[in-house]
């Protein structure tokens, strides 16, 4: 099916080596190759102070699409990012197993959006942008179950995403609520990026 779906000339190039968001591309039949953009998002995020959580998710995304599109010029290249935002206050990947309890602390009975934001670049230049927002609320949790959730899931898994959880894993046992699509809590929201590729001729259909 891949070799049929997708019609660039090359496979498409995700600036990212994040499993997650290859296997959504690669889940919906396109033929995906993955780079480290090596862009700086701390510096990134420093010089956009002052910016609304969506529009810094949407910089950062096309930082990393400007980057890898500008080393392979004529490659179809992906670049995306998330942005947790809790009432003004905007959560990283937790460093260590007590930075994401902390996290989970402090988000446990309170609602949060998370930002996953897309840039398109084609023949070595951003061409297309996006963002699309979910939002969740996590449960009232106290110190024990916050350490349980945290000791069943493992370091690999609360420190590889914002927020210190994984919906698509042990995760989804911390929320009450949850709105939006599941590729955007994911991080890569495929039918706005789907109906891009489709519209440039990228897709068989």
Same mark, same amino acid.
């Given at each position: 099916m891949s070799a049929t779906l997708w019609r660039g000339a090359q496979p498409l190039l995700l600036a990212s080596t994040s499993p997650?968001?290859?296997?959504?591309?690669?889940? =919906?039949? $396109?033929?995906?190759?993955?780079?480290a953009p090596g862009v700086d998002e701390r510096a990134v995020e420093a010089a956009c102070a002052g910016l609304a959580p969506d529009a810094l998710a949407l910089r950062l995304a096309e930082a990393k699409a400007g980057a890898v599109a500008a080393r392979h010029p004529g490659r179809v290249v992906i670049g995306a990012d998330q942005v947790l935002d809790c009432d003004g206050t905007l959560f990283h990947k937790p460093a260590? $197993?007590?930075?994401? %309890?902390?996290?989970?602390?402090?988000?446990?009975? %309170? =609602?949060?959006? $998370? &930002?996953?934001?897309?840039?398109?670049?084609?023949?070595g230049?951003?061409?297309e942008r996006f963002v699309a927002t979910a939002r969740l609320t996590m449960r009232p949790l106290d110190p024990g179950q916050i350490a349980a959730y945290v000791d069943l899931a493992g370091a690999d898994k609360v420190?590889? =995403?914002v927020g210190g959880y994984q919906l698509e894993g042990l995760?989804? &046992?911390?929320? =009450?609520?949850?709105?939006?699509?599941?590729?955007?809590? $994911?991080g890569l929201p495929l039918l706005p990026l789907l109906a891009r590729l489709r519209n440039r001729g990228l897709l068989a259909f």
């Open positions: 997650t968001r290859r296997g959504l591309l690669e889940g =919906s039949g $396109l033929i995906v190759e993955t780079e260590d $197993l007590a930075a994401a %309890r902390d996290q989970i602390g402090r988000l446990a009975g %309170r =609602s949060h959006a $998370l &930002h996953s934001a897309v840039a398109l670049a084609v023949d230049a951003v061409a420190q590889a =995403s995760g989804i &046992h911390l929320f =009450s609520e949850i709105a939006g699509d599941h590729s955007t809590i $994911l």
